[in-house]
Each structure stands twice: as structure tokens, then as C-alpha cells.
């Protein structure tokens, strides 16, 4: 039986890119922001544990826990060695889907050095008790390397089939690699709970191709969901100069950077003179001037009443969290709250009560719980 995720209506192909709107502010009365930890350094993911408790990566240091409202004081042990430079670090956490059976989380981070670095994938297992991962193994390395800490991707999500989709940048200053079919940068790439390669990837026994590549024509991918309630993949990018894209992700597609691309080089120089091109996805939005978006999150809770099935987006440059309205795959409406803090915002999870989870990416980074006022 093919997957759920290759499985899916072709959207994106007949879908012009939409420019970004006109944003709605929600007043700050309409909701309630609780700090629920401070202290982290740039705190880059959450995972939400069975027993209450929350995993937090830290991108400069380490894996902390925090448990009946507070912190720990010390991360959790046998975190895998991380090349801490630029964009790099310890990035993703993210539960095994049987996580309540076998205490299986997966972290994303940068290996290496500064002449040879990798988006990596280690799993593990969490012993509570132990404060500690035990059995951890390197799962996946990007290929090849590349001697420059910006744009590792490192965002990953778990299918409905087992399968996970892993997002990885382009390396800054290898964006023609993003073309490439041989190399890793610039793709998403789909992979077993072990690692290994599924037999229905779109470029399994293809000459020239790497059988993990799931999508390519990626810029700097920092979030990717799957919408239980359309049964679609969401990703956003970060643009150059303008041009920051969400998309929907289909097995086999072409994404288009940098052959197409809705921003500047950050010279002001025009990377290329096209904005489509055949055979090449439209995005379904662009926003510019960019906002940098960073975590992304669906909303299927019940909290936030008319929120179901909207895409909730953290962002660095405009400080604030967006709201983008979706209706039948397609963006109708876009609204920001949390601005009035003015702190960069990295990553944005739904609890299991529906409630929102941000992470500023701060030095002095926080978990702000934000709530609708009743």
C-alpha cells in the first residue's frame, strides 16, 4: 500500500503563489502569555512528554527538561557531541510516535567542525530517572559536508505511515547543490524510524540520485508539520531578501530555489530573473520584506476557537507569532499576536490542552505558555 504521503492530491502544482496580506494585530487583551521557564540559551525546540514534562534543545548548549513547572538545573547526560557555531547546534527534538511504549525521542543537530559540518540525526532513548539518553546512535548525516555553520534545515516530522521527513538547508554558499539530486543540501529527505531508506522514495534506484531525497529546491527549510485534518505536509523557508515561502510538500517535487525565487540577494543583487518556471513549485505564500519565519506549528486543539486547522508561525525578524488562515489548502487571512513583546521567536508547539508553547531566541530565552482570555 503506498503511503499516506505519496499518496496525496496534487495541489501545489495548480496553486499560483499567493502574496502576503494584509495582517490583522490581535489586541493583547484577546490573550494571556504565562513564562513558564527563563534562563535557556537560545532554546530552538519542545516535545511534549506523556507525564507532563516538556524536552527543550537549547542550540548553544544542551537538552533540558522541564518538569512540574520548572526547569531542571541540569541538562539531560549523553547528549551527542553538537558543532556549536553560526545557525549551528543542537536543534530538533521530536518523539518516536510510540514514544508511551519504548521512550524513543530523535535529535537533529550540527556535527562536525568549522571545515566539515552536517545536519545529523541521532535516536535515542530518555530514562526519566536516569536524567540521561541511553543507546544513542547517529541515525543520518546529510552528504556531503560543508564548511559553513548557516543553513542546516533540522526540522523533522513524523508520518502517519512511520516514515519521518527531514528538512536540510542548502549550506549557504553551495545554494546550486539545491538542483542536485546527488547532494543532500537544499532537500527534504524521508526516512524509516531506523533511518534507513524507504523502498517508495520518489528517487529510489534512480542513476545519479541519493535514494533519501524526498523534495529539493530548498533554501533555508525551518519547519515542517503534517495536518492530521487534510492529511497534507506544510513547510516554510526562509527567503534571501525578501521571498520567505510556506509550501505544500508532495514526494518528487521541485521547489525551485535558487532557479526561482520571490526575494534579492542580500546585496540587492537579482539571483535569478524568474519567479516560475516549469516543472518548478509555486509556493502557496511569500512574504516581503521577509519575517524570518522559525517554528511552525497546526492547530487541531479546541482552546483557541476558530483556530482548527490553521497554520500557527513563530518569526524572528517581526517578533511576533502569525496566524495564517487556512481554508481548503489555501491562505485566506493572516494575523500576528505576541508582537508588543519585541523578542525574536523561534519555535511555537501546540500542548495537548490546546494551549500555544513559544520559545524566544534569546540568550535569557524563555517558554512562554500563551493562552485566550476566557
Known sequence: MRPIVLALPVFAAVLAAAPAQAVEIIDPSRYQVTEIAAGLDHPWSIAFLPDGSMLVTERNAGLRVI???????DPVANVPPTFVSGQGGLLDVVLHPDFAQNQTIYLTYSSGDDSASATTVARARYDAAAHALLDVAVIFSAYPTKDTPQHYGGRMVFLPDGTFVLTLGDGFNFREQAQKLDSDLGKFVRLNADGSIPADNPFVGREGARGEIFTYGHRNPQAIVFNPLDGRIYAHEH??????????????????????????????AIITPYTELPGMEQPLYVWTPSIAPAGMSVYT???FAGWKGDLIVAALVSTDLRRIDMEGGKVVGEYSLLAEREERLRDVRMAPDGALYVLTDEDDGKVLRVTPVE
Open 301 to 303: 486543539g479546541d482552546l
Open 239 to 268: 527567503g534571501p531578501q525578501g521571498g520567505d515561502e510556506i509550501n505544500l510538500i508532495e514526494g518528487g517535487r521541485n521547489y525551485g530555489w535558487p532557479a526561482i525565487t520571490y526575494g534579492l540577494d542580500y546585496s540587492g
Open 67 to 73: 518538569r512540574d513547572g520548572a526547569l531542571l538545573p
